[in-house]
């Protein structure tokens, strides 16, 4: 049995099963005949080579579908991501992190705002065995069944916390986070999650889902290259120019740092004026925790505009995978437990 935690994002996808991590972009494309398959010099950037065929037809998956696919793929709804994302990135994700056949526990999410409306369809897309093609560089296909026994969805935010509280064995290490009131601020690409867990325990009054997301900051980018040069860039294209300060349309490069730094402030300013509003009496929050991809960006930034002891992640770490990687430590905590319990009643 594998344990696997994954986080379907409208940026990226996310999956662990405890021994590795893969990350890659939440996009796919028709799979083309592609007429030359080596890598020139061998230079350039490693990236996940994601192909795959299941009964819907043939795809390229993350940045495969971006450098080779005509249409691709790409969306910022809710619904379109459960009904025509969420499978296949799902797919795509445990055809490389689970062995054929295998049985699967599975821990994945949703924004706290669309849990209850989709938690349902999403476990009943991903439970049960799913028979597909994976396809290696070379073009050549390898058969393969990814068999989903279980599905627990949980809400966004609690990944970072659980990841924080949990330690490497799937048991609590650092008790003040099943002790004390906990604030999640969880910046995501879409969306940005407000949740509180008052000694482990939601709170409803102080968790809501908005669409304070980086794609806001990166759609302000966006708007201002597109007003300077008539491109119009996608917003799945900026993530290395921003990470970069600068981007390269039509032999011009552009300094992108000014335009950062406005579009990032707002929006920090954004998150923290929603922050003042919707906790506005949880005053007692003990600590806050920002995660989430866009958190390790906007943190810095955002930190200052925070009342209260705001707990600072590994700038070293993915925290891309914050969430993820809780998610699996809590699986393995859940299940482990179990297990262990039916090993017990057998002796």
Not at 1 to 23: H, P, Q, Y
Not at 43 to 53: N, S
Not at 161 to 184: H, P, Y
Not at 214 to 241: M, N, P, Q
Request: hydrophobic share 40%; with cysteine; proline share 2%.
């Amino acid at each position: 049995m594998d344990v696997v935690g994954i986080d379907i994002g409208f940026g990226f996808t996310k999956a662990s099963n405890g021994r590795g991590s893969l990350v890659f972009k939440s996009i796919f494309g028709e799979a083309t005949e592609v007429q030359f398959r080596e890598q020139f010099l061998g230079g350039g950037d490693a990236d996940e080579h994601l192909h795959i065929q299941t009964k819907d037809g043939a795809f390229f998956v993350g940045d495969l579908a971006e450098r080779q696919s005509n249409v691709r793929s790409f969306t910022l709804d809710q619904n379109q991501l459960i009904a025509d994302f969420a499978k296949l990135m799902a797919l795509a994700a445990l055809s490389r992190v689970t062995e054929r056949n295998n049985p699967v526990k599975l821990v994945t999410e949703l924004p706290i705002s669309y849990y209850q409306r989709h938690r349902k369809a999403l476990a009943e897309l991903l439970i049960g065995k799913h028979a597909l093609t994976r396809f290696d560089r070379a073009g050549k296909g390898h058969e393969t069944v990814v068999n989903v026994s279980e599905v627990r969805v949980i809400p966004q935010p609690f990944g970072s916390l659980f990841n924080l509280m949990l330690n490497n064995m799937a048991e609590v290490g650092d008790r003040r986070f099943v002790q004390q009131k906990i604030g999640i601020i969880d910046i995501g690409f879409r969306t940005c999650d407000y949740s509180i867990a008052d000694r482990t325990r939601y709170s409803e009054r102080g968790s809501r889902t908005t669409e304070s997301g980086i794609a806001k900051a990166f759609s302000l980018i966006a708007h201002e290259l597109r007003e300077r040069t008539g491109v119009d860039v996608e917003l799945y294209r900026l993530y290395k120019s921003v990470a970069e300060g600068s981007i390269k349309i039509r032999g011009e490069v552009i300094d992108l740092n000014p335009l950062i730094e406005d579009a990032f402030g707002k929006l920090a300013s954004a998150i923290a004026g929603e922050v003042e509003r919707r906790w506005v009496d949880d005053w007692d929050i003990d600590l806050i925790v920002v995660s989430g991809g866009g958190g390790a960006v906007l943190a810095p930034r955002l930190q200052p505009l925070l009342q209260g002891e705001v707990v600072s992640l590994d700038p070293a770490r993915d925290a891309r995978l914050n969430n993820v990687l809780g998610y699996w430590k809590y699986g393995m905590n859940l299940w482990g437990r179990e297990t262990r319990a039916m090993s017990a009643k057998r002796e």
